[in-house]
């Protein structure tokens, strides 16, 4: 089932999500409908609190970007070890690397892109889809997708990275979305 996005100005998104665990209700079928909306909105990530349950959860799937790479862009990935994989109740162990910047959006700010210097690498501790435990170093673009969905179970948004100046530019287009002045092909649900 294709579950609306969660709004820019929703309070989910600024909450810390909580830990959960096996027991967790219909979370394999929350898994399922995440998939579902995550390929339904062409994303490369989600996390539950973008489907309005503050909890630990994310998908990435960094496949498409690396698959997905124009010829042009084939050798900006050529070093990438993409993956498709949930993470249940993860900690960041270390990050490590040079900061870089990458344009990043949002499917919950749609049609609002902006370059943002994450580091190379993340380690994680984290628990898959059977809560199986596992500790791994991600690089490069997987890294930054794992961060960005990193911040949305901490309340936080890729525009809490922009310096004051540019978020301020940006108000009025935020608000055009919160108030739901925003065409999209997924289904949204806006702040009342």
């Known amino acids: 089932m294709i579950l609306p996005i969660v709004a820019y100005g929703h309070p989910t998104l600024r909450k810390v999500g909580v830990e959960i665990t096996k027991e967790y209700p ?19 990530g989600l996390a539950a609190p973008q489907i ?4 630990r959860l994310f998908l990435v ?8 790479a124009d010829e042009e862009d084939k050798d900006d990935y050529k070093e990438e ?11 960041i ?30 380690t994680l501790e984290y628990q898959d889809e059977n809560f199986e435990h596992h500790t791994a170093t991600f690089d490069r673009i997987t890294a930054r997708i794992i961060l960005h969905e990193y911040d949305h179970i901490e309340g936080k948004l890729f525009i809490d990275h ?13 608000d055009d979305i919160s ?9 949204m649900l806006f702040p009342r």
């Open 162 to 174: 922009l310096k004051p100046l540019k978020r301020r530019l940006l108000k009025s287009r935020l």
């Open 179 to 187: 108030k739901g002045k925003v065409k999209v092909d997924y289904k």
């Open 26 to 44: 219909k979370l394999d079928e929350l898994i399922v409908n995440m998939w579902e909306t995550l390929y339904k909105s062409n994303g490369v």
């Open 52 to 55: 309005n349950h503050p909890i």
């Open 93 to 122: 162990v270390e990050v490590n690397g040079e900061e870089w910047k990458y344009n990043e959006g949002c499917l919950s700010i749609p049609k609002v892109r902006e370059d943002v210097y994450r580091p190379e690498s993340v």
């Open 61 to 68: 799937d960094s496949v498409q970007i690396v698959e997905g």
């Open 81 to 91: 070890k993409p993956i498709k994989q949930v993470f249940i109740n993860p900690t």
